[in-house]
T-cell receptor, first 115, second 115 residues
């Protein structure tokens, strides 16, 4: 089983649609969770961190369910500029001070928003 | 404030050759991680450097080695290049801290093509 699994996609949606991305992770020791956005041939950029209480940033809402080891991202009122690959990312610390652990990325789900 | 910078941006090498990629972290950051992203895949963790030492390593062969300098910049070396090493190589920097994970910032990457 892969450490981080995402919907395979691609998702092709019209402008204004609501789209949901789902992700599961296998390591119950994981402590930090993120959604990154990656545009074609560019580096990944942090979209938002994900917390158990859920968090919202404008049209974007992220949820974490630790019991189910499940992460979601909801995009409302999709814009053409939302077209990108969305990466589900998990961090598991090494357990000693000063360590950053490493980021485990899902394969990514490509979103295309059409006019 | 310059972000994470990587050089070169593109590189073409022949099978069997060796390559060195370079990364300068974001100002104030002391931890550098390297990732390999093959086409259509999420980034895969190679290794992480902190205090000039390799702190963690992903599932990559010994052909992949690295170094961190006193100014926190880092190099990734790959020996005996294989066609399968063709990928986007990403450097991410962060600031180590006792409070756990802090946000990692990615460079624009080096696109390596092995022919």
């Amino acid at each position: 089983r892969k450490e981080v699994e995402q919907d395979p996609g691609p998702f092709n949606v019209p402008e204004g649609a609501t789209v949901a991305f789902n992700c599961t992770y296998s390591n119950s020791a994981s402590q930090s969770f993120f959604w990154y956005r990656q545009d074609c041939r560019k580096e990944p950029k942090l979209l938002m961190s994900v917390y158990s209480s859920g968090n919202e940033d404008g049209r974007f809402t992220a949820q974490l369910n630790r019991a189910s080891q499940y992460i979601s991202l909801l995009i409302r009122d999709s814009k053409l500029s939302d077209s990108a690959t969305y990466l589900c990312v998990v961090n598991t610390p090494l357990g000693y001070g000063g360590s950053q652990g490493n980021l485990i990325f899902g394969k990514g789900t490509k979103l295309s928003v059409k006019p | 404030d310059a972000g994470v910078t990587q050089s070169p941006t593109h590189l073409i090498k022949t099978r069997g050759q060796q390559v060195t990629l370079r990364c300068s972290p974001k100002s104030g950051h002391d931890t550098v991680s390297w990732y390999q992203q093959a086409l259509g895949q999420g980034p895969q963790f190679i290794f992480q450097y902190y205090e000039e030492e390799e702190r963690q390593r992903g599932n990559f062969p010994d052909r992949f080695s690295g170094h961190q300098f006193p100014n926190y910049s880092s190099e990734l070396n790959v020996n005996a290049l294989l066609l399968g090493d063709s990928a986007l190589y990403l450097c991410a920097s962060s600031l180590a801290g006792l409070q756990g994970y802090t946000e990692a910032f990615f460079g624009q990457g080096t696109r390596l093509t092995v022919v």
